[in-house]
Nanobody, 116 residues
Framework: QVQLVESGGGLVLPGGSLRLSCAAS????????MDWYRQAPGKQRELVATITSLNNTDYADSVKGRFTVSRDNAKNTVYLQMNSLKPEDTAVYFC??????????WGQGTQVFVSS
């Protein structure tokens, strides 16, 4: 079975940093594009960052310059380094794996809370 397991969430002060990890199993990880989404209460889930199988990256405008997505294919893990965190970054962050429209998977989410 396919599993995506996020970790690294928690409570941080504004301006602080967190590093999220998503460990994948049950897929040929190197063939998948990996995404980070987030969802705050009462809001739609939004795409935060993408890293393709070729290591191309893209970010939502709201996080550009602050967040960095990376992957380690040897560890079947994708990371999201989050710096200069703002209260608006508070959300549940989800890992997403996409090989095609017919093959995509979601993690369970990890909570990030940015507050003073």
């Amino acid at each position: 079975q396919v599993q995506l397991v996020e970790s690294g969430g928690g409570l941080v002060l504004p301006g602080g940093s967190l590093r999220l990890s998503c460990a994948a199993s049950g897929i040929v990880f190197r063939l998948y594009a990996m995404d980070w989404y987030r969802q705050a209460p009462g809001k739609q889930r939004e795409l935060v960052a993408t890293i393709t199988s070729l290591n191309n990256t893209d970010y939502a405008d709201s996080v550009k310059g602050r967040f960095t997505v990376s992957r380690d294919n040897a560890k079947n893990t994708v990371y999201l380094q989050m710096n200069s965190l703002k209260p608006e970054d508070t959300a549940v962050y989800f890992c997403h794996a996409a090989r095609s429209t017919a093959r995509d998977y979601w993690g369970q989410g990890t909570q990030v809370f940015v507050s003073s």
